[in-house]
């Protein structure tokens, strides 16, 4: 008996279970048209629902929004604070490698007070390990205390962050505590 023969519809790359990274793949078609995706790095075959699973650069991608978006949220809330703004932009720019420009943490503003970020924290929540979502919070609490302590504000925001990336809250104040003292310290 011959093997099937299937027809390639698309090529891309996708998070492969068989691998546990990003990996190439084909979706194959067979004669009946029963659809499969094929790893190219291990030449395992899966259901096509693998597919629906975020790749680790669109987890990246989303994981830098969202620093974009931290500081934002930080620099609306309170009166306008030019020091934190300054931060901000630099702890941005930082943790993205590139430009971060006043405009852009301007329209980074804007868009926070129209969208929901829920979906962003489930999918980080969902894609990164724990050491990444801690990150996250230490980046927020390093915008947060320029040097001085947090405001009640954003400490219930950065308390809200914890609990929505699902880390332990002993863990998040732990990690807050570090960032103010390593300010206090620079």
Same mark, same amino acid.
Request: with cysteine.
């Given at each position: 008996?011959?093997? !099937? ?5 698309? #090529?891309?790359?996708? =998070? @492969? ?5 990003? @990996? %190439? ?22 259901? #096509?629902?693998?597919? &629906?699973?975020?790749?680790? $650069? ?6 830098? $929004? ?12 309170? %009166?306008?604070? %030019? ?13 993205? &490698?590139?430009?971060?420009?006043? &405009?852009?943490?301007? $329209? ?31 980046? $927020? ?6 040097? =001085?302590?947090? @405001? ?7 308390? &809200?962050?914890? !609990? ?7 863990? /998040?104040?732990? #990690? /807050? /505590?570090?960032?103010? #003292? ?5």
């Amino acid at each position: 008996m011959g093997k !099937k023969r299937s027809q390639v519809l698309e #090529t891309g790359v996708f =998070a @492969s279970p068989a691998t546990g990274s990003d @990996s %190439p793949y084909e979706l194959l078609s067979d004669k009946s048209g029963q659809l499969t995706v094929k790893c190219l790095s291990t030449g395992n075959e899966f259901d #096509t629902s693998v597919l &629906a699973a975020p790749t680790r $650069a669109q987890i990246d991608d989303q994981r830098n $929004a969202f620093r974009r978006e931290i500081a934002a949220w930080l620099c609306s809330n309170g %009166p306008q604070n %030019p020091e934190r703004e300054s931060l901000a932009i630099y702890e941005v720019a930082q943790a993205l &490698a590139s430009e971060y420009s006043p &405009a852009e943490l301007h $329209a980074d503003r804007q868009w926070i007070q129209s969208n929901d970020l829920s979906l962003r924290i489930k999918l980080l929540r969902e894609g990164l390990p724990e050491a990444e979502r801690l990150d996250l919070v230490e980046f $927020a609490a390093r915008i947060a205390s320029p040097g =001085a302590g947090i @405001s009640e504000t954003d400490a219930q925001f950065i308390e &809200a962050l914890g !609990k929505g990336l699902t880390l332990d809250p002993e863990t /998040v104040t732990n #990690t /807050v /505590v570090q960032a103010i #003292t390593q300010a206090r310290a620079a």
